[in-house]
């Protein structure tokens, strides 16, 4: 050889390397095929012993309930302020509600039926560990403070100006003693907390039975103290489609509302005794939870009891219960697929002869599937990883690509048996099966693994735990596919060679039975397809143009794709929560989100003039409405008592200060404030505050109508509160509301699919290079998966879909699965060494094809039955699957094919496919030298 001979190109250079790692993979592949081929029933032992030991992680296994772990970013501010909220203040309220809607509510009758709602309600018992749980038991409880309350009336000529009210901040308890008024507090009786409209009759029956429309109308309009507790309330805000008369009151209302409020200490909470399995339930006790699923028992009854009226309802375990009845309640859908993929391999891998019925076969196919599953859940649990709520889906997508791994052996066996020798040894045609198929597989399962570790880096928690289950899955399903499934797979093709029937094994027929010659009516209904259609020179432009103006009018699309996620749609239609959520939209549109301001240690004295201008600056803002501030409030209090103005610096001592504000929460003015603060003591009538830990402020988020002004608005209230500029104590304030958590996976998750999807990409492209000798077609490879995930979010967004950390979660599985069909097609290519590149794209597509296009069903058909599924989950699910199977197996086996008949790279320099009789018998040789066989 010359020296410039000599000189490798970095081409060629690569390609050498890469084809001594791809023949050394061949090579381990050839001895562990003959190895399984000679002790099949060892491996089967050996496999099964293997998945008996990995089920002793189960005993770790752990279900992760808490929604905060589950779907909030770690690092997030959302996650901090509630911890930093549940560890000061640590007490949430649950509602329950039931909303009646009528011609009119403002009628006798109404009332009378909500009087007997309530009293049912108040009569509701629940059972737990012996003893009984009424709503007196669990309610939040206010103190009755009605001596001092003041109700006035406000009257406007519009309706729009009736909730202008003038604030009485004087406070009556000034007159008295101290130590008396404080014996009268300690004695206040206490009660439920319920925004109910009999509170107007202070709930005494015969003042109740004696009104009249006019009296209702006239109550409910003036009242704006409730009688009862003595607490300011605006009884209108119960109303809902509200006519009004020429004065502004309301006269007409098409709905009424009745709430009951909760109580819940949060430190007390056991996720994993009260949450669900998705991961919806909020915090709850088990015994608030017993008596909730009481109250959505009775309000089922009450379209029964009042013909003439509609209820909808819901409790504080409606999203939980209903969204996590279309999750699981969906999974006896796995068990009628698992059957039907059983039909779909059977007739897929069968021939119609009693022989090569392969019922054995197809059910291990499955069984593997179980196998990769269970070893899956017990080594993650081992690892301490938590199973989380979309891992239900995780046996659906093992299924597609273990019976893809299936179906690329037998059609490599099909390749050995018509290439072969027929007096070749058994063991070496599996080693030689094995040996072209492994490679392929390791291609797959590499990539698709490859992939599943980068969606892991995520900070969404949930999809971090599925991407890692997934991807242990993904490589159990190629362990058993290369080991126990080859084992089975010999010991059928020794029953078929012991003419052993197919069903009953120990029936031996006596007389031949004439075996299929490997080609199926379907496979050469293919091959005629792509011969007389696909690789016509009108067929390839086809196939070229729709490919470009499909990708085009993708694109166009994937501009247009919005990023939203609604709770609500894990609410399946036709459920009760579902139509009181619809109900209650329609008729209290102007309803928002509840927020508040949190603050932490602090003097709250030299500070307040600070905390005064920043509460000034959030009523300003378009987004924050109903403030509720203490602040302001005991501004005013002290102004109004003490003639003191608060604003004026810091010419008041702490001590006065302090002993103020104590006056200004056991005031009938600023009661209601007192759960708002935390004390190092607790707060007593008439003893002193030396330090206030912890303050709240409430507000409320106008509806909004997507991302795109919800998650400015965030960070604007946000940014508000933060910079205000506070020198004394901790420092902390913040802004809390439910509703951040979802918008806080709002703002991230677009940045986590562009990333995740970028570094798969480029994963996946570092992969085949590794795995396949050919830079050219690894390319092409590449080529093919960027085009399906381009069509698959191009698609997404005609479809209706949005950008959520399900679709998110989707999209890993998707770059890792539509690798599959391109690879094993643009290996196989490589492999044919004889023929013009037309030549060799059409004996591709021709020889793996098929399994390919099987592998594509199975996988469809697999999650073909989440289609039917409530779940939004399922169903989101279902769709990204569909786009990737499809256009994952147009571009894999037409585009690629097509492109490669033109400009396809040349063949390996080592020939790998070559099943040719002189090569085996070389092959033989060497073999049986080396290994002693």
């Given at each position: 050889?010359?020296?410039?001979?000599?000189?490798?190109?970095?081409?060629?250079?690569?390609?050498?390397?890469?084809?001594?790692?791809?023949?050394?993979?061949e090579?381990?592949?050839?001895?562990?095929?003959?190895l399984?081929?000679?002790?099949?029933?060892?491996?089967?032992?050996?496999?099964?012993?293997?998945?008996?030991?990995?089920?002793?992680?189960?005993?770790?296994?752990?279900?992760?309930?808490?929604?905060?772990?589950?779907?909030?970013?770690?690092?997030?501010?959302?996650?901090h302020?509630?911890?930093w909220?549940?560890?000061?203040?640590?007490?949430?309220?649950?509602?329950?509600?039931?909303?009646?809607?009528?011609?009119?509510?403002?009628?006798?009758?109404?009332l009378?039926?909500?009087?007997?709602?309530?009293?049912?309600?108040?009569?509701?018992?629940?059972?737990?560990?012996?003893?009984?749980?009424?709503?007196?038991?669990?309610?939040?409880?206010?103190?009755?403070?009605n001596?001092?309350?003041?109700?006035w009336?406000?009257?406007?000529?519009?309706?729009?100006?009736?909730?202008?009210t003038?604030?009485?901040?004087?406070?009556?308890?000034?007159?008295?003693?101290?130590s008396?008024?404080?014996?009268?507090?300690?004695?206040?009786?206490e009660?439920?907390?319920?925004?109910?409209v009999?509170?107007?009759?202070?709930?005494?029956?015969?003042?109740?039975?004696?009104?009249?429309?006019?009296?209702?109308?006239?109550?409910?309009?003036?009242?704006?103290?409730?009688?009862?507790?003595?607490?300011?309330?605006?009884?209108?805000?119960?109303?809902?489609?509200?006519?009004?008369?020429?004065?502004?009151?309301?006269?007409?209302a098409?709905?009424?509302?009745?709430?009951?409020?909760?109580?819940?200490?949060?430190t007390?909470?056991?996720?994993?005794?009260?949450g669900n399995?998705?991961?919806?339930?909020?915090?709850t006790?088990?015994?608030l939870?017993?008596?909730?699923?009481?109250?959505?028992?009775?309000?089922?009854?009450?379209?029964?009891?009042?013909?003439?009226?509609?209820?909808?309802?819901?409790?504080g375990?409606?999203f939980?219960?209903?969204?996590?009845?279309?999750?699981?309640?969906?999974m006896?859908?796995?068990f009628?697929?698992?059957?039907?993929?059983?039909?779909?391999?059977?007739?897929?891998?069968s021939?119609?002869?009693?022989?090569?019925?392969?019922?054995?076969?197809?059910?291990?196919?499955?069984?593997?599937?179980?196998?990769?599953?269970g070893?899956?859940?017990?080594?993650?649990?081992?690892?301490?990883?938590?199973?989380?709520?979309?891992?239900?889906?995780?046996?659906?997508?093992?299924?597609?690509?273990?019976?893809?791994?299936?179906?690329?052996?037998?059609?490599?066996w099909?390749i050995?048996?018509?290439?072969?020798d027929?007096?070749?040894?058994?063991?070496?045609?599996?080693?030689?099966?094995?040996?072209?198929?492994?490679?392929?597989?390791?291609?797959?399962?590499?990539?698709?693994?490859?992939?599943?570790?980068?969606g892991?880096?995520?900070?969404?928690?949930?999809?971090?735990?599925?991407?890692?289950?997934?991807?242990m899955?993904?490589?159990?399903?190629?362990?058993?596919?290369?080991?126990?499934?080859?084992?089975?797979?010999?010991l059928?093709?020794?029953?078929?060679?012991?003419?052993?029937?197919g069903?009953?094994?120990?029936y031996?027929?006596?007389?031949?039975i004439?075996?299929?010659?490997?080609?199926?009516?379907?496979?050469?209904?293919?091959?005629?397809?792509?011969?007389?259609?696909?690789?016509?020179?009108?067929?390839?432009i086809?196939?070229?143009?729709?490919?470009?103006?499909?990708?085009?009018?993708?694109?166009?699309?994937?501009?247009?794709?919005?990023?939203r996620?609604?709770?609500?749609?894990?609410?399946?239609?036709?459920?009760?929560?579902?139509?009181?959520?619809?109900?209650?939209?329609?008729?209290?549109?102007?309803?928002g989100?509840?927020?508040?301001?949190?603050?932490?240690?602090?003097?709250?004295?030299?500070?307040?003039?600070?905390?005064?201008n920043m509460?000034?600056?959030?009523?300003?803002?378009?987004?924050?409405?109903?403030?509720?501030?203490?602040?302001?409030?005991?501004?005013?209090?002290?102004?109004?008592?003490?003639?003191h103005?608060?604003?004026?610096?810091?010419?008041?001592?702490?001590?006065?200060f302090n002993?103020?504000?104590?006056?200004?929460?056991?005031?009938?003015?600023?009661g209601?404030?007192?759960?708002?603060f935390r004390?190092?003591?607790?707060?007593?009538?008439?003893?002193?505050?030396?330090?206030?830990?912890?303050?709240?402020?409430?507000?409320?988020?106008?509806?909004?109508?997507?991302?795109?002004?919800?998650?400015?608005?965030?960070?604007?209230?946000?940014?508000?509160?933060?910079?205000?500029?506070i020198?004394?104590?901790?420092?902390y304030?913040?802004?809390?509301?439910?509703?951040?958590?979802?918008?806080?996976t709002?703002?991230?998750?677009a940045?986590?699919?562009?990333?995740?999807?970028?570094?798969?990409?480029?994963?996946?492209?570092?992969?085949?290079?590794?795995?396949?000798?050919?830079?050219?077609?690894?390319?092409?490879?590449?080529?093919?998966?960027?085009?399906?995930?381009?069509?698959?979010?191009?698609?997404?967004?005609?479809?209706?879909?949005?950008?959520?950390?399900?679709?998110?979660?989707?999209?890993?599985?998707?770059?890792?699965?539509?690798?599959?069909?391109?690879?094993?097609?643009?290996?196989?290519?490589?492999?044919?060494?004889?023929?013009?590149?037309?030549?060799?794209?059409?004996?591709?597509?021709?020889?793996?094809?098929?399994?390919?296009?099987?592998?594509g069903?199975?996988?469809?058909?697999?999650?073909?039955?989440?289609?039917?599924?409530?779940?939004?989950?399922?169903?989101?699910?279902?769709?990204?699957?569909?786009?990737?199977?499809?256009?994952?197996?147009?571009?894999?086996?037409?585009?690629?094919?097509v492109?490669?008949?033109?400009?396809?790279?040349?063949?390996?320099?080592?020939n790998?496919?070559?099943?040719?009789?002189?090569?085996?018998?070389?092959?033989?040789?060497k073999?049986?030298?080396?290994?002693?066989?």
């Open positions: 050889m010359s020296e410039t001979e000599k000189i490798k190109t970095p081409q060629q250079l690569w390609e050498k390397i890469s084809s001594i790692f791809v023949h050394f993979v090579r381990i592949f050839f001895v562990l095929g003959v399984i081929a000679k002790n099949p029933w060892r491996t089967i032992a050996f496999s099964w012993i293997f998945v008996i030991l990995s089920c002793g992680g189960l005993y770790k296994f752990y279900i992760e309930k808490n929604p905060i772990k589950l779907w909030v970013p770690p690092d997030s501010d959302f996650y302020d509630t911890n909220y549940i560890e000061n203040f640590g007490t949430m309220l649950r509602m329950q509600r039931i909303l009646i809607t009528a011609d009119n509510v403002l009628e006798p009758e109404v009378f039926a909500i009087k007997n709602i309530t009293k049912h309600v108040e009569y509701m018992k629940a059972e737990y560990d012996n003893k009984t749980y009424s709503i007196n038991d669990l309610c939040l409880k206010v103190p009755i403070v001596f001092g309350a003041s109700s009336k406000s009257r406007s000529d519009e309706p729009e100006k009736k909730n202008k003038h604030v009485d901040y004087s406070d009556p308890s000034l007159w008295m003693d101290t008396f008024y404080c014996s009268l507090v300690e004695n206040f009786d009660t439920c907390l319920q925004n109910n009999l509170d107007l009759w202070s709930n005494k029956e015969e003042l109740l039975y004696n009104t009249t429309k006019n009296d209702i109308i006239a109550r409910v309009n003036d009242i704006k103290v409730n009688p009862v507790t003595g607490h300011p309330y605006d009884y209108t805000k119960l109303l809902g489609g509200v006519e009004y008369d020429i004065n502004g009151d309301i006269v007409i098409k709905s009424i509302l009745v709430t009951w409020y909760m109580y819940v200490n949060m007390d909470v056991n996720m994993n005794e009260v399995l998705i991961g919806t339930e909020e915090w006790s088990v015994p939870a017993l008596w909730e699923k009481k109250f959505l028992e009775y309000a089922e009854t009450l379209h029964e009891q009042y013909k003439d009226l509609n209820f909808y309802y819901e409790s375990r409606s939980a219960d209903t969204s996590g009845e279309a999750m699981f309640g969906e006896g859908k796995l009628t697929g698992i059957f039907v993929m059983f039909i779909y391999v059977l007739l897929a891998i021939r119609w002869n009693w022989l090569e019925f392969r019922l054995t076969l197809g059910g291990v196919g499955l069984m593997s599937v179980g196998m990769a599953y070893c899956t859940i017990g080594w993650c649990s081992l690892i301490g990883i938590p199973f989380g709520p979309v891992h239900s889906s995780l046996p659906f997508l093992l299924m597609g690509l273990g019976l893809d791994d299936m179906f690329v052996m037998n059609a490599c099909k050995v048996v018509s290439s072969t027929p007096a070749t040894s058994l063991p070496l045609k599996i080693g030689h099966m094995l040996e072209h198929a492994g490679v392929s597989i390791v291609i797959t399962s590499f990539t698709d693994i490859v992939a599943l570790l980068v892991a880096i995520t900070i969404l928690p949930s999809l971090k735990s599925f991407c890692l289950y997934a991807a899955g993904v490589f159990f399903i190629f362990i058993f596919s290369v080991t126990f499934f080859v084992a089975v797979f010999t059928d093709i020794k029953r078929i060679e012991a003419r052993r029937n069903v009953f094994f120990c031996q027929h006596e007389r031949d004439k075996l299929s010659d490997g080609e199926t009516f379907f496979s050469k209904i293919l091959a005629k397809f792509y011969e007389n259609i696909v690789f016509t020179l009108p067929g390839k086809v196939i070229i143009l729709f490919t470009l103006i499909v990708t085009g009018f993708s694109i166009e699309s994937i501009f247009h794709l919005e990023q996620f609604d709770p609500q749609w894990f609410i399946p239609d036709n459920t009760y929560y579902k139509d009181f959520l619809n109900s209650y939209e329609h008729y209290y549109p102007r309803e989100n509840p927020a508040i301001v949190t603050l932490g240690d602090m003097n709250y004295n030299t500070e307040f003039k600070k905390l005064h509460v000034k600056e959030l009523k300003k803002e378009s987004y924050v409405a109903d403030m509720d501030s203490w602040v302001e409030t005991f501004h005013q209090y002290v102004l109004t008592n003490y003639n103005n608060l604003l004026n610096g810091s010419d008041l001592s702490d001590e006065k002993r103020y504000l104590s006056q200004f929460l056991f005031s009938p003015v600023g209601k404030y007192q759960f708002q004390f190092p003591e607790p707060l007593q009538c008439g003893g002193t505050i030396n330090q206030t830990l912890a303050s709240l402020m409430s507000f409320t988020f106008p509806r909004f109508e997507g991302p795109e002004t919800y998650i400015p608005a965030m960070h604007t209230v946000k940014d508000t509160v933060k910079n205000t500029n020198t004394t104590g901790s420092g304030r913040s802004v809390w509301a439910k509703a951040f958590g979802n918008w806080a709002d703002e991230v998750i940045v986590e699919v562009e990333r995740n999807v970028e570094l798969a990409l480029l994963c996946v492209m570092l992969c085949t290079i590794v795995l396949i000798t050919n830079i050219q077609m690894c390319l092409w490879i590449f080529i093919c998966v960027l085009l399906t995930i381009i069509n698959v979010l191009g698609f997404m967004q005609r479809w209706g879909m949005t950008v959520d950390i399900v679709c998110c979660i989707g999209l890993e599985l998707a770059i890792g699965l539509c690798v599959d069909y391109a690879a094993h097609v643009g290996h196989t290519f490589l492999t044919i060494k004889e023929g013009t590149r037309n030549e060799r794209a059409l004996k591709t597509v021709t020889s793996i094809g098929t399994a390919v296009l099987l592998g069903g199975s996988t469809f058909l697999s999650l073909s039955f989440l289609s039917q599924s409530k779940a939004y989950t399922f169903q989101s699910f279902f769709k990204i699957f569909f786009l990737v199977i499809l256009f994952g197996l147009f571009n894999g086996l037409l585009f690629l094919p492109v490669l008949s033109f400009i396809g790279p040349k063949r390996s320099s080592r790998k496919a070559d099943f040719s009789p002189e090569a085996v018998e070389l092959n033989n040789t073999n049986n030298e080396q290994n002693g066989l």
